[in-house]
């Protein structure tokens, strides 16, 4: 009997100190749990902040894209053809025979496409489509190379924010083709693909290595604010054979 | 049979209640198969109690117990392959399986045959499980890539594998050093594996009860 009780008591004193074993483990485990969610929840909002920064780094650039541009539009055709015009006015001989009306239509017409542009500016009151047409008609004003803009299906993005990044990068792509690429034709393809908006954009210039260009800030820039929206970016390209850049957004 | 064999089978039958009401909330698919592998559970063990205490004179039920160790590697086997994401450590399961179901027929076959209870295939598959649980907290802890996050008070594959952890653990421990260091004190052994019991079926029938769906993050 009494070796029957010792053994019960021992069974029991087993018992709970499986228990308690148990119950420290679990507690262990709350607290990892604990600790990962905190964890998950700061990436989280670090993650938000850093999104709401690209996004307004984004806006602020392209304002300041479309200040310059206006600022050199106005020095080199406005401020040109008022020159021309008070020139003529103040040289009476000239004036009697010569008509400036022409010429003043001309810098009202210039004025007014420039109150366009600084509209367009605001990316995000306009379709990427239009976007795009726009910002192809200054390239094709200055004559450097051919274009073509093919549209094809209806692409468009609901989110602002998504929308005013992909026409950043799409400025961001048209400046190195201006200023790095040389090339003779620029072809700009818009289409949807499964659910998932294509901007693809190509040059036949001079092409680069994209493995030595990974290290430069502004690829770095393209690719992380297309990974912030949740697209993808495909850059092929060659010494001498072009370049292809693709962008691929989910709608 | 006694009180403490009532009450572990009174214990398993509700744990197959509980999870029969609340199989819409269980998943993955082999927590839903939980409450049948209870009711399995409570079959074969009230099956070897009244063979042993009611329709024979205490002859040896070995062979039932024989007979439910492939059932429980397959089932435990299925529950951590569903509950384990990472591939490889999948793969351990599977390949752990197939070793311990082959040690099994080898063991019935030549070495301690069918009436004898099979000890050596009970040791390796509770050293099995042991491993299996040890990969699964060792995903639970370490994983940072996780499509869904859960806390362990509230999923039941925590609780039921936390209980087969403790208990193939302690059981197996208790068989070996007690077995063999205290050959006379035989009731001390079936007490102990009694509680550790009790103790596993309590933790599945509160992991059923506290257990909620998992969130997918977005």
Not at chain 2, 18 to 32: C, D, K, N, S, V
Request: glycine letters at 6%.
């Amino acid at each position: 009997m009494k070796t029957f009780d010792n053994e019960v008591v021992i069974a029991i004193l087993f018992g709970s100190l499986m228990l308690a074993l148990i119950g420290a483990f679990m507690f262990v485990m709350v607290i990892f749990y604990q600790r990962r969610k905190i964890r998950y929840i700061k990436e989280q909002q670090r993650m938000a902040a850093q999104y709401e920064h690209s996004v307004l780094r984004a806006k602020m650039e392209m304002r300041e894209e479309t200040l310059r541009y206006v600022g050199q539009e106005l020095h080199d055709n406005v401020g040109q053809v008022l020159s021309l015009i008070k020139l003529y006015l103040s040289r009476p001989q000239v004036s009697r025979t010569f008509d400036v009306e022409p010429l003043i239509d001309q810098a009202i017409q210039d004025i007014r496409s420039l109150s366009r542009d600084l509209n367009i500016g605001r990316a995000e009151q306009y379709t990427l489509s239009k976007f795009i047409e726009q910002a192809l008609n200054k390239v094709q004003k200055t004559g450097l190379m051919k274009i073509t803009f093919q549209n094809e299906g209806f692409c468009e993005l609901p989110d602002a924010h998504k929308r005013l990044m992909i026409c950043r990068i799409f400025q961001e792509c048209i400046n190195n083709v201006l200023k790095h690429a040389e090339a003779g034709h620029l072809s700009v393809e818009l289409k949807t693909e499964n659910g998932t908006c294509v901007l693809s954009i190509a040059d036949d210039g001079v092409g680069f290595d994209t493995r030595a260009a990974n290290d430069g800030a502004g690829l770095a820039n393209i690719h992380d604010r297309i990974n912030l929206i949740g697209g993808e970016i495909q850059i092929i390209s060659s010494p001498g054979k072009g370049t292809n850049v693709t962008l691929k957004i989910p709608q | 049979m006694n009180v403490g064999t009532i009450v572990l089978l009174g214990l398993i039958v509700t744990g197959a209640i509980i999870g029969f009401y609340r199989r819409e909330q269980l998943a993955p698919p082999a927590l839903r198969l939980l409450p049948y592998f209870l009711l399995f559970q409570f079959a074969y063990q009230l099956a070897a109690s009244l063979y042993s205490f009611v329709f024979t004179a205490h002859a040896s039920n070995h062979f039932i117990f024989n007979l439910s160790i492939p059932i429980n590697l397959i089932y435990f086997s299925y529950l951590f392959h569903s509950v384990i994401m990472a591939k490889r450590k999948r793969n351990v399961i599977v390949i752990g399986l197939i070793l311990n179901l082959i040690f099994f027929f080898v063991n019935l076959a030549f070495i301690q045959g069918f009436s004898f209870l099979m000890t050596y295939s009970r040791t390796l598959m509770a050293a099995s499980l042991v491993v299996f649980s040890l990969l699964y907290f060792t995903e639970a802890i370490g994983a940072e890539e996780k499509p869904y996050e859960i806390n362990p008070l509230h999923s039941a594959p925590f609780w039921i594998i936390t209980a087969i952890f403790f208990f193939y653990l302690s059981s197996t421990l208790t068989i070996i050093f007690w077995n063999y260091f205290v050959v006379n004190e035989t009731n001390f052994g079936s007490i102990m594996m009694r509680i550790f019991a009790f103790v596993l079926y309590a933790m599945y029938v509160v992991g059923l009860l506290l257990h909620r769906p998992a969130k997918v993050r977005s």
